[in-house]
């Protein structure tokens, strides 16, 4: 996928600018692979967040503690960590249908295998074999629309992508949360598991090739590297902001310190044969850069809010996990519904207007959530978090799409892959910051104080998003385009 080319109807090669120029619309071959891409990805993110709300009756069926339980959800957030930073080698070694078909086959052998798991072991593998699919579908989404999105239409199509990242995530808890109430625990995994069957079935069926292979060679000790050095980080920052500071994941956050260090000096070496495994010149792009930056500030106050919110809700309002999914749904709707429509306005206006509008929204939204108290009103959280999760809207399409748009065809794969990383890992220390600053405070002052400390440290963060938003320009689309 890492050459300047398209495939048309019958497989043969057509010059991507010449296909773009000849005309600004998209033929129905490329509406039908994006498409499939979508419902695939939005599936596969779905069954991310369904977990969380599962993992209480998880350890009264499978008779396991609380530490024990957690690794469902860390084992998923560490293999995708591990396995994002290789997508741009396999995206650029496989064909669009061979990596759709390996993401997804990956995805719903782990789906079946959580359905039938016996014990907690073999569902801690079932994730695994799942995260490794579903580290994959986003990077191949992202790669895939670059290649065959008109410049002039990219920001629309990413607007739904909007709709995969953001919808699928607000509805986990809630689908887990109505599932548990009727059903057993596996039922999670078996409703999905027709779904991503159909979406394999139809890719498999419709989904054409978009691009050419490259002849990347695969790079062992990066690979060897990606594990202690992405995984190390994800697993330091996680452990550090749930359990407190303690030696082992402190020694992980060194470690992943360290490898990261000798991963990037790796990739620098290999860049001068053009044979990085995450290629870093996307960084040469001022654009990109800055996109990335403004990305990873707001995943970090994102996450911390999505982890503090429910904490909030459950620990000071009382209120039951059903009813914490369903307060918090509205936003999640809000964020992918307008994903479209921002999409839209930033092919007509730019980014500047929406990045320092929706980073102005973080701000105050983050505010406002920290002068919560024990007696603020449910409808008021629900109002303030359905405006955040506007502010969000506003950033994230005009970021993703500003961002990759100056990137030349053969950085597409290693973008998106960079993007996606870096997500993980900012969630991960937006994680550990704000709720390592809610414990401490919450053990002196009480969980209000502690909510209110972690929120206002999340307003702070929140304002380089605001410095980064103002640096936002329009970008032309790399030479050929």
């Not at 994730?127 to 239409?153: D, E, F, H, K, N």
């Not at 959530?369 to 969000?392: N, R």
Request: charged share 5%; net charge positive.
């Amino acid at each position: 996928m890492s050459s300047d080319v398209t495939s048309d109807t019958h497989g043969s090669a057509v010059p991507e600018a010449a296909t773009h120029q000849a005309s600004d619309k998209m033929s129905r071959e490329s509406v039908t692979v994006i498409v499939t891409l979508l419902v695939a990805t939005f599936v596969v993110i779905l069954n991310e967040t369904i977990m969380n709300v599962a993992l209480q009756r998880l350890m009264t069926d499978l008779n396991v503690d609380a530490p024990t339980v957690q690794w469902l959800s860390t084992g998923f957030m560490l293999t995708m960590a591990v396995v994002i930073p290789a997508t741009g080698f396999i995206l650029q070694r496989l064909t669009t249908r061979a990596a759709f078909l390996l993401a997804m086959g990956l995805f719903s052998g782990g789906t079946l295998l959580a359905a039938l798991a016996p014990g907690f072991g073999v569902l801690l593998l079932a994730r695994i074999v799942q995260a490794s699919g579903t580290a994959i579908m986003l990077p191949l989404l992202m790669t895939t629309i670059l290649t065959l999105v008109p410049l002039t239409r990219r920001g629309a199509v990413m607007g739904n992508v909007t709709i995969a990242i953001s919808v699928a995530p607000a509805l986990g808890p809630t689908v887990s949360g109505v599932i548990l109430d009727h059903f057993s625990w596996r039922f999670m995994f078996v409703f999905v598991l027709p779904v991503a069957l159909l979406a394999t079935a139809i890719g498999a069926k419709f989904l054409t090739n978009v691009g050419e292979r490259g002849n990347v060679k695969l790079d062992f000790i990066s690979v060897v590297l990606t594990v202690p050095a992405f995984g190390g980080l994800v697993y330091g920052l996680s452990q550090i902001g749930g359990h407190g500071a303690t030696a082992l994941p402190i020694a992980a956050l060194v470690i992943g310190v360290l490898c990261m260090v000798m991963f990037v000096f790796r990739q620098l070496k290999l860049q001068r044969s053009d044979a990085p495994l995450l290629d870093l010149r996307a960084f040469n792009f001022r654009m990109f850069t800055v996109s990335v930056l403004l990305m990873v500030v707001a995943m970090m106050a994102l996450f911390g809010g999505v982890i503090l919110l429910p904490l909030y809700l459950q620990n000071v309002l009382h209120l039951q996990p059903m009813e914490t999914g369903l307060a918090l749904l509205p936003g999640g709707l809000a964020m992918g519904l307008l994903g479209p429509v921002v999409g839209r306005l930033f092919d007509r206006i730019g980014p500047l207007p929406l990045t320092v509008t929706g980073s102005v929204l973080l701000v105050l939204t983050l505010w406002q959530f920290s002068m919560l108290t024990a007696s603020s009103p449910l409808l008021w959280v629900i109002v303030l978090y359905a405006v955040l999760s506007l502010g969000l809207a506003l950033l994230f399409t005009p970021a993703f799409t500003t961002g990759l748009n100056p990137l030349p065809p053969h950085l597409y794969s290693h973008g998106s892959a960079i993007m996606s990383t870096l997500q993980q890992v900012a969630g991960a220390a937006g994680t550990a910051l704000l709720v390592s600053i809610f414990a401490v405070v919450s053990a002196a002052s009480g969980l209000v104080a502690g909510m209110q400390a972690a929120f206002l440290t999340a307003t702070f963060i929140a304002v380089i998003a605001v410095v980064l938003s103002a640096m936002m320009r329009k970008t032309p689309g790399a030479a050929g385009h």
